[in-house]
């Protein structure tokens, strides 16, 4: 018989198989092997057979011999592995195992074996190790494969167990030198154990627009350092006030923040796109003036002729009542350039509300300024039953130059001027 005949007689026995058809398919597997009887795909297909029927010795032969005539086949040597496993063959397991990631070090179910195997073995920190790494080249969750998906969610367990008691552990020797820290640095330290050990990733600036190189990513700024913050936060009772009372009257004022056109890949937005659960009153929008909210709010005009706003065309300045509905989460984002600072001043806060940035989460308080640089990752929760208000504005990152802030505006303008009128 020839090889396309052998061939054929291959693609009938797999597709017996398919439809479900053991027997039809074991039955042609074994015409395969009376042809070729070293066909590899038919030793191992008459293996699953074997162990299908609780013949772990004959599915043991079966496999040995596909694995000699294909040594380099992953899926042959992982199921070997299982039946080492089955017959409590250690060594053989491991062998077999490490045969197949020598094959391909990225075949993730031969790392989760190899994981499992030193789980088994109780050497806890080397599983998390591996566990680590095939999580590291797995695909989204939302795509994990439905074989892999409860051995990559035990992965994912051991792995934030693991890293957890590291953080622990690496927070106790700290303790002693936190002490001699100074207040603004000991949480830096606290961040630094929580990366060594694998439970969060470094946070770094990453701008939307417009990004200056080697600006420090610091994630909340002293409010000690910027001389206008207690007059601001002094006028906190009138802000309200002009907010309370635009609430009542002008509801039609609030727009969704999150609006994107038709079309528009929304990412993580689909939930808040063109929802009220998250809507502003604009006093500033990209630099230009929404006046009639403006003369709607003269206290709050006034506070905010007091700051050092940042001023780019088409950016900046921006400024908001920001309102947040009961059970809303604003989801993990960064915003469009690190030559401004964010500040948010605090007006109506139930409780169950907080705030992140980077590494560091924090509570609104009543009238108590935050600033923050906003292309670090950040996000919002409002858990409570009750409506959450911040007015949002933005101010030129400190960190700049003076002479630099001309720079940002003849970039901002120079990328303005370019998308309006390049053509090929």
Same mark, same amino acid.
């Given at each position: 018989?020839?090889?396309?005949?052998?061939?054929?007689?291959?693609?009938?026995?797999?597709?017996?198989?398919?439809?479900?058809?053991?027997?039809?398919?074991? =039955?042609?597997?074994?015409?395969? *092997?009376?042809?070729?009887? &070293?066909?590899?795909?038919?030793?191992?297909?008459?293996?699953?057979?074997?162990?299908?029927?609780?013949?772990?010795?004959?599915?043991?032969?079966?496999?040995?011999?596909?694995?000699?005539?294909?040594?380099?086949?992953?899926?042959?040597?992982?199921?070997?592995?299982?039946?080492?496993?089955?017959?409590?063959?250690?060594?053989?397991?491991?062998?077999?195992?490490?045969?197949?990631?020598?094959?391909?070090?990225?075949?993730?179910?031969?790392?989760?074996?190899?994981?499992?195997?030193?789980?088994?073995?109780?050497?806890?920190?080397?599983?998390?190790?591996?566990?680590?790494?095939?999580?590291?080249?797995?695909?989204?969750?939302?795509?994990?494969? %439905?074989?892999?998906?409860?051995?990559?969610?035990?992965? *994912?367990?051991?792995?934030?167990?693991?890293?957890?008691?590291?953080?622990?552990?690496?927070?106790?020797?700290?303790?002693?030198?936190?002490?001699?820290? $100074?207040?603004?640095?000991?949480? *830096?330290?606290?961040?630094?154990?929580?990366?060594?050990?694998? *439970?969060?990733? $470094?946070?770094?600036?990453?701008?939307?627009?417009?990004?200056?190189?080697?600006?420090? %990513?610091?994630?909340?700024?002293?409010?000690? &350092?910027?001389?206008?913050?207690?007059?601001?936060?002094?006028?906190? &009772?009138?802000?309200?006030?002009?907010?309370?009372?635009?609430?009542?009257?002008?509801? &039609?004022? +609030?727009?969704?923040?999150?609006?994107?056109?038709?079309?528009? $890949?929304?990412?993580?937005?689909?939930?808040?796109?063109?929802?009220?659960?998250?809507?502003?009153?604009?006093?500033?929008?990209?630099?230009?003036?929404?006046?009639?909210?403006?003369?709607?709010?003269?206290?709050?005009?006034?506070?905010?002729?007091?700051?050092?706003?940042?001023?780019?065309?088409?950016?900046?300045?921006?400024?908001?009542?920001?309102?947040?509905? $009961?059970?809303?989460?604003?989801?993990?984002?960064?915003?469009?350039?690190?030559?401004?600072?964010?500040?948010?001043?605090?007006?109506?806060?139930?409780?169950?509300?907080? +705030? =992140?940035?980077?590494?560091?989460?924090?509570?609104?308080?009543?009238?108590?300024?935050?600033?923050?640089?906003?292309?670090?990752?950040?996000?919002?929760?409002?858990?409570?039953?009750?409506?959450?208000?911040?007015?949002?504005?933005?101010?030129?990152?400190?960190?700049?130059?003076?002479?630099?802030?001309?720079?940002?505006?003849?970039?901002?303008?120079?990328?303005?001027?370019?998308?309006?009128?390049?053509?090929?």
């Amino acid at each position: 018989m020839s090889p396309a005949q052998v061939a054929q007689l291959a693609q009938a026995a797999g597709q017996a198989a398919n439809a479900g058809r053991w027997q039809e398919a074991e =039955r042609l597997w074994r015409e395969v *092997r009376k042809l070729e009887p &070293d066909n590899p795909q038919a030793l191992f297909s008459l293996a699953i057979h074997a162990l299908q029927r609780g013949e772990v010795e004959t599915g043991l032969k079966m496999l040995l011999a596909a694995r000699a005539a294909a040594p380099r086949d992953k899926a042959i040597l992982l199921t070997l592995a299982n039946v080492h496993q089955q017959r409590s063959d250690a060594a053989a397991e491991r062998e077999s195992i490490d045969a197949a990631l020598a094959v391909d070090p990225y075949f993730i179910p031969a790392l989760l074996a190899r994981a499992n195997w030193l789980e088994r073995r109780g050497t806890a920190a080397a599983a998390a190790a591996t566990y680590r790494n095939a999580l590291k080249i797995s695909p989204p969750e939302s795509h994990w494969p %439905a074989a892999h998906r409860e051995q990559l969610q035990h992965a *994912r367990s051991v792995v934030d167990r693991h890293a957890r008691a590291l953080e622990s552990a690496l927070s106790k020797r700290l303790a002693e030198v936190h002490e001699k820290l $100074p207040a603004e640095v000991a949480s *830096r330290w606290r961040e630094a154990a929580a990366i060594m050990a694998g *439970r969060v990733k $470094p946070y770094y600036s990453e701008s939307n627009q417009l990004y200056v190189p080697r600006l420090p %990513a610091i994630p909340f700024f002293d409010r000690k &350092d910027f001389p206008w913050v207690p007059a601001f936060e002094a006028r906190t &009772d009138v802000i309200r006030a002009e907010i309370e009372a635009a609430l009542k009257t002008s509801r &039609d004022q +609030f727009n969704p923040y999150i609006a994107y056109n038709p079309g528009d $890949p929304v990412n993580q937005w689909q939930e808040l796109n063109h929802s009220d659960r998250w809507s502003v009153f604009q006093l500033w929008r990209a630099g230009e003036p929404v006046q009639a909210n403006l003369d709607q709010c003269p206290q709050t005009a006034a506070a905010l002729a007091t700051v050092d706003a940042a001023d780019i065309g088409g950016l900046c300045p921006n400024a908001m009542f920001s309102a947040l509905a $009961p059970h809303t989460h604003i989801p993990p984002h960064n915003g469009e350039t690190n030559a401004r600072l964010v500040v948010h001043l605090p007006l109506i806060v139930p409780p169950d509300c907080r +705030f =992140r940035v980077g590494f560091e989460e924090r509570e609104w308080h009543v009238g108590e300024i935050m600033l923050f640089d906003d292309t670090i990752e950040h996000e919002a929760r409002n858990d409570s039953d009750e409506l959450r208000v911040v007015l949002i504005f933005d101010i030129w990152n400190p960190l700049l130059q003076p002479a630099e802030r001309d720079a940002v505006r003849v970039l901002a303008a120079g990328a303005r001027a370019f998308a309006n009128n390049y053509s090929e």
